[in-house]
């Protein structure tokens, strides 16, 4: 059991670049969600999707695209990578808990730099 | 708006003793989840614990306690007989609505344990 799989760890780009992060889970967990964590402060949400075919907009959206065609995956696209998107990117799946509430599973990041 | 407060950017704890992160949260949600995650050097988030609205008890796992004052919208972290490997970044982070899967997380504090 894997649980949260992202892809790379690490990575370098040039301003004005895309790529693609990679996010994989074999939980079957419905809800998904991107975060990013700058220096300094916690995570803040980018895009979230509660199942296939069904994404949603979080706190700092902007620059980033997201589809959710599996329940599976959930990959985060950077259209024109720019510097203030260097940054560690975490990828999480949630589930509910028994007796309630939530719980989420966090992949163990992706490192960005974009000079 | 919802938000997370944690005033404690440092903390330090000699090892075997007990210590308590603070965290105040806002929100005008009847309904909502307490979270706290470890992050050590090495980067990965780490789920401690996990405190329901509507929980009666203290939610407590292992050596750590989560001291839950929902009239003051408190939910600190207690953590007893410190160990070194407790060295880490703490976050405390709230889910507040039921139909969206948005954590909101605080920005953290930096647990030193020392001998």
């Known amino acids: 059991n894997a649980g949260v799989t992202q892809t790379p760890k690490f990575q370098v780009l040039k301003t004005g670049q895309s790529m693609t992060l990679q996010c994989a889970q074999d939980?079957?967990?419905?809800?998904m969600s991107w975060y990013r964590q700058d220096p300094g402060m916690g995570l803040r949400l980018i895009h979230y999707?509660?199942?296939?075919?069904?994404?949603d907009q979080g706190e700092v959206p902007n620059g980033y695209n997201v589809s959710r065609s599996t329940t599976e995956d959930f990959p985060l696209r950077l259209l024109s990578a720019a510097p203030s998107q260097t940054s560690v990117y975490f990828c999480?799946?949630?589930?509910?808990?028994?007796?309630?509430?939530?719980?989420?599973?966090f992949g163990s990041g992706t490192r960005l730099t974009v000079v | 708006a919802q938000k997370i407060t944690q005033t404690q950017p440092g903390m330090f704890v000699q090892e075997k003793e007990a210590v308590t992160l603070d965290c105040t949260y806002d929100?005008?949600?009847?309904?909502?989840?307490l979270f706290w995650y470890k992050q050590p050097s090495s980067g990965e988030m780490i789920f401690l614990i996990y405190?329901?609205?509507?929980?009666?008890q203290n939610a407590t796992e292992g050596r750590y306690s989560l001291n839950f004052q929902k009239a003051r919208k408190s939910a600190n972290l207690v953590i007893s007989a410190s160990q070194l490997g407790d060295s880490a970044m703490y976050f405390c982070a709230m889910r507040d609505k039921l139909n969206t899967d948005k954590l909101i997380f605080g920005t953290g504090t930096r647990l030193q344990v020392f001998p």
């Open positions: 929100t005008s949600d009847q309904s909502y989840g």
């Open positions: 939980m079957n967990h419905e809800y």
């Open positions: 999480a799946s949630s589930y509910l808990r028994t007796g309630g509430g939530y719980g989420y599973t």
């Open positions: 405190q329901g609205s509507y929980d009666e």
């Open positions: 999707s509660v199942g296939a075919g069904i994404t």
